[in-house]
């Protein structure tokens, strides 16, 4: 083996910046999951005393991780812990929304229990929004950490940047993208295979919006593909299945995209 890679690859290995295990980091947010939505633990708390217990607890774990990350080292891992952990109740208010949204919109949807514990939709949400949270907070490279955990469990990739309403709805989900600048209104559902992407991907756009606007009460079908910071879907829009847009549309449009789809029996007439 040539010594200059070995020398090259030992460098390299003395100057990752540090950063706890991305399990480590996945595995706080699922603590904040299980004391919110208790329907998918295993261990349940026996008194009011140890659920404010589990909250300092997550704070300061929260903090560790902060401080045991380069880039956070010196970022106010105190002060940004407490701020996560008061803005628990409004999170909590939030994913309920969602929740509802959920059970409210889906036929198939029995109990709220189902939807905490098997809907892939509501995980991904769930991990968007703590990442966001964090996100809002300036903390770096963790929430990204969490959303991709979220994306490699449920095949749904949501940019913890993008600016999401409550009551929002993820139907099946598989290969949904929601890109970094997006902003979506409350009271929106989007089907699975749904792009919310940019334009163009160049690196000079970094801090322009590239991913485009969703108003409130929006449905977007399976397979629909919305493109560019400039493209705006009005209020109580329907966007069909498979449409490729990126122009705006107004208020209360209806898009939809015409296959041309023909039947052609296969009886041999005798």
């Known amino acids: 083996m040539d010594k200059k890679f070995i020398e090259f690859l030992y460098n390299k290995h003395q100057n990752v910046p540090d950063i706890p295990p991305s399990k480590d980091i996945t595995a706080w947010a699922l603590r904040v999951f299980d004391l919110l939505f208790p329907e998918r633990s295993k261990d349940f708390f026996r008194s009011a005393d140890e659920v404010e217990g589990e909250f300092w607890n997550i704070g300061n774990d929260l903090k560790a991780i902060l401080n045991a990350t380069a880039e956070c080292r010196n970022c106010g891992s105190e002060e940004k812990s407490r701020a996560f952990v008061d803005g628990i109740p409004e999170l909590y208010r939030i994913l309920s929304s969602d929740l509802d949204a959920i059970l409210n919109g889906d036929p198939a949807a029995k109990s709220m229990y189902e939807v905490i514990r098997v809907y892939p939709g509501f995980f991904a949400i769930f991990f968007y929004r703590v990442a966001h949270a964090l996100h809002q907070l300036e903390i770096g490279f963790i929430p990204r950490i969490l959303t991709e955990y979220a994306h490699s469990r449920t095949g749904i990739d ?38 919310l992407g940019a334009l163009f991907v160049e690196k000079s756009l970094e801090n322009t919006k590239r991913h485009p ?27 069909g299945g498979n449409v490729w847009l990126t122009k705006s549309v107004p208020a209360g449009s209806t898009v939809y995209h015409k296959p041309e789809i023909q039947v052609i029996s296969n009886e041999t007439t005798l």
């Open 158 to 195: 949501i940019h913890p940047g993008a600016k999401i309403g409550e009551h929002f709805y993820i139907d099946h989900g598989t290969g949904v993208v929601i890109g970094e600048t997006t902003f979506i209104g409350k009271n929106v559902k989007i089907y699975q295979g749904v792009t």
């Open 213 to 239: 606007t969703v108003e409130d009460d929006v449905i977007i079908y399976a397979g629909a593909t919305i493109l560019g910071g400039n493209t705006v879907i009005g209020a109580g829009s329907i966007i």
